[in-house]
């Protein structure tokens, strides 16, 4: 007994991996990006004193009316 999917069974098989193939990649970038960068962050030589200052880019002045 062969286990044969008709027209109907492909389509609907070739749409639910159309739609679970991008969320998986999604995810497992949303996941995976974090973690390489953390790994990768480990091995560099980076101390408090290394940071920069934090810059304050307002353009506006407010003011009280």
Known sequence: MKNK????????MI????MLVPTVLIVLLIVLFPLFASFWISFKDVSISDLRK????VTEKFSKK
């Open 54 to 57: 934090a810059e304050i880019k």
């Open 15 to 18: 749409h639910a991996y159309s």
């Open 5 to 12: 999917m008709g027209p109907i069974e492909k389509n609907e």
